[in-house]
């Protein structure tokens, strides 16, 4: 198994299972709890804003029956004096085991994991990579449906910038499934992405919704305010899809996912469709979460 949690790229499909297996144990450990990794202490370094990973992540420890450290607000820390990540990164490797890091620059993961010496995960770096959030797609995904291979799923929405979508378009290409990709024409996937997808499995790319062929899910993601030079830009397409109960009808069957925070792409009225399993996907953030730290700290069942 991997020494860090980087980007889905450096895991192969066998290495993407047995996080999936272990999660699916570590499923009788979620209500009660576990001595797993008592004395145990993971770290939290969030340079960027964060409920469900950051939460979730601190959840998945204290069920393992570990601790957590930390901060989420770097006025609070000697970054505000001016500290490097690498020096920051350096001491948190001192005060803990395994280190959880998100920031908004691309590559600044992989950095922390030259710098420490304990494992380091990807929380989020920038556009790039969202790997543990992959992990937990995958994992409803195949909750839900029972296998990944066969499906047909469409990605809408920020495709651009959105790094949980980077993330699973790595993974997907790994199983046997059909994308569609939904976004305007500003966002659309990285070249880079798509051009590794032509090697790899069928999809196509759409603008319209309403062009949307028969899919079995349709994972929606928030267009990424925050990554836009131009702002103008994010206003232009801010409004692009809306999943309410009108629209909702163009979706048929398809399960809707997404990573979460949500703004105005799915309205509250879809929650208590059938269709939506978001929040679902959300609480398998703690028995995936919980199987990636028990894993690298070499303390599985
Ligand atoms: C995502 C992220 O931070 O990339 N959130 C998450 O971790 N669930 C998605 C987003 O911010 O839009």
């Not at 980007?7 to 192969?12: G, L, M, N, P, Y």
């Not at 202490?41 to 420890?61: K, V």
């Given at each position: 198994?991997?020494?860090?949690?980087?980007?889905?790229?450096?895991?192969?499909?066998?290495?993407?299972?047995?996080?999936?297996?272990?999660?699916?144990?570590?499923?009788?450990?979620?209500?009660?709890?576990?001595?797993?990794?008592?004395?145990?202490?993971?770290?939290?370094?969030?340079?960027?804003?964060?409920?469900?990973?950051?939460?979730?992540?601190?959840?998945?420890?204290?069920?393992?029956?570990?601790?957590?450290?930390?901060?989420?607000?770097?006025?609070?820390?000697?970054?505000?004096?001016?500290?490097?990540l690498i020096d920051t990164v350096s001491t948190m490797d001192q005060y803990s085991d395994v280190m959880v890091i998100r920031n908004p620059l691309e590559g600044s993961a992989r950095l922390a994991a030259e710098v420490a010496e304990i494992p380091v995960i990807n929380a989020g770096d920038g556009t790039n990579q969202h790997p543990t959030q992959t992990l937990l797609d995958l994992y409803t995904i195949k909750k839900e449906f029972g296998s990944i291979d066969g499906l047909k799923i469409a990605m809408v929405g920020d495709l651009k910038y959105g790094r949980t979508v980077h993330s699973l378009a790595y993974a997907l290409s790994m199983y046997n499934v059909e994308l569609v990709l939904v976004s305007p024409r500003e966002l659309r996937m990285p070249e880079d992405i798509t051009e590794h997808l032509k090697d790899t499995i069928p999809y196509i790319e759409i603008v319209a919704l309403e062009d949307l062929p028969k899919v079995d899910?349709?994972?929606?993601?928030?267009?990424?305010?925050?990554?836009?030079?131009?702002?103008?830009?994010?206003?232009?397409?801010?409004?692009?899809?809306?999943?309410?109960?009108?629209?909702?009808?163009?979706?048929?069957?398809?399960?809707?996912?997404?990573?979460?925070?949500?703004?105005?792409?799915?309205?509250?009225?879809?929650?208590?469709?059938?269709?939506?399993?978001?929040?679902?996907?959300?609480?398998?953030?703690?028995?995936?979460?919980?199987?990636?730290?028990?894993?690298?700290?070499?303390?599985?069942?």
């Open positions: 198994m991997l020494h860090d949690i980087i980007s889905i790229r450096d895991f192969e499909k066998k290495d993407i299972e047995e996080i999936l297996f272990t999660a699916k144990k570590m499923e009788q450990y979620v209500d009660n709890g576990t001595t797993l990794a008592k004395g145990k202490i993971l770290s939290m370094l969030f340079f960027e804003p964060s409920t469900r990973t950051m939460m979730s992540f601190q959840s998945a420890m204290e069920r393992l029956g570990g601790s957590v450290i930390g901060f989420s607000d770097t006025s609070t820390t000697s970054v505000k004096k001016g500290e490097t899910l349709v994972y929606v993601t928030r267009i990424q305010k925050e990554r836009f030079g131009d702002p103008n830009e994010y206003e232009r397409t801010k409004n692009t899809y809306r999943i309410d109960k009108n629209s909702i009808k163009l979706l048929g069957n398809a399960k809707i996912m997404h990573p979460l925070p949500r703004v105005s792409e799915i309205a509250r009225e879809v929650d208590t469709s059938p269709n939506a399993i978001y929040f679902k996907q959300a609480r398998n953030g703690i028995p995936v979460r919980m199987a990636l730290i028990a894993t690298l700290l070499e303390v599985l069942p």
